[in-house]
């Protein structure tokens, strides 16, 4: 089977690497002359706009998917036409635009912060008087790792604020004292079957994820699950999608979900017994799903901007290095380790170590 990605940048060059032992073969559009993934299958370059060449991917595989949501819809709603794309352009759509994915949670039911949509600053202001301060202003669509947004914590932030984010439209939500940062990895397949990894504690420095490790029957997974049920069934999804929640008074709220495979779902490779990366497959190609259980204990340390000794991260034992192959730049994601241990302890010494080479 040949499988077409929308994308060629580390996730999917991680989708070729966990196909190719099931005998799948890859080709990938991307605009980039460098797209990390190129090294895993045919590079078909040209901007996902391009009706051509989508063309002639969508007559080159058997199925499309795509490996983050900054592609539109309208492609994915395109290459629809010749060959079968999952997920959906449907659920592309309502996941890449935060207002259309925080107006699905309130129809759901999931706990959300106060939102509003913000198409002027007039708009704005009047938002910043209903909701209050502190808040968040975001763009509707593509932003990510901390871009695309602007904290607005007294009312001289707010002045000019829609004109900083670009002019383009936008969503405010009320800020939430959360006490932590966890998200729900799950998978589900062409027949509905689906399945949910282990809610991972997620740290974020700067918008851009350090550390994910992976939980340990953790009190909120059966209401994580619950969430992540009910969109998955809305959308009628198919695929992994990663759904990120805010810790709030013993109890979930809603930040927002990925149609994809994720970054905090990183730790899968080692670290689970099939990873979300090979049950995306699975799922996206009819296969059966793989088991989502934890191997021992797991967690993700993400290499931002360089990656550190190969020697001395490889030296440690529990720890496993995934290069992307991507010229090192600051503020870009270039790698990650996965680590795993036998027990909690082990492991929170092994991501002292980890990043302790990080910072030396």
Known sequence: MKIGVIGGGQLGRMLALAGTPLGMSFAFLDPAADAC???????????????????????????????????????????????????????????????????????????????????????????????????????????YDGKGQKVLREPADVSGAFAELGGVPCILEGFVPFTGEVSLVAVRARDGETRFYPLVHNTH???????????????????????????????????????????????????????????????????????????????????????????????????????????KVVALDGCHLHHYGKAFKPGRKVGHATLRCTDRASLEGLIDQVQGLIQS
């Open 37 to 143: 993934a190129q090294a895993l299958g045919e590079h078909v370059r040209a901007d996902y706009n391009d009706n051509e060449h989508l063309r002639q991917l969508a007559d080159n595989v058997d199925l499309v998917t795509f490996e983050f949501e900054s592609v539109p819809a309208e492609t994915v709603a395109f290459l629809s036409q010749f060959v079968p794309v999952y997920p959906s352009a449907d659920a592309l759509r309502i996941a890449r635009d935060r207002w259309f994915e925080k107006s699905m949670f309130k129809e759901l039911g999931i706990p959300t912060p106060a939102f509003a949509d913000i198409q002027s600053q007039a708009d704005l202001d009047e938002a910043v008087a209903r909701i209050g301060l502190p808040a968040v202003m975001k763009t509707r669509t593509l932003g």
């Open 205 to 311: 420095t700067n918008g851009i994820l350090q550390l994910s490790v992976a939980s340990t029957d953790h009190p909120l997974q059966a209401q994580a699950e619950d969430y992540v049920a009910r969109v998955l069934e809305k959308l009628d999804y198919v695929g992994v999608l990663a759904f990120e929640f805010f810790e709030v008074d013993g109890g979930l709220k809603a930040n927002e979900i990925a149609p994809r495979v994720h970054n905090s779902g990183h730790w899968t490779i080692e670290g689970a017994e099939c990873s979300q990366f090979e049950n995306h497959l699975r799922a996206i190609a009819g296969l059966p799903l793989g088991s989502t259980a934890k191997v021992g204990e797991s967690a993700m340390v993400n290499f931002i901007g360089e990656v550190p000794s190969t020697a």
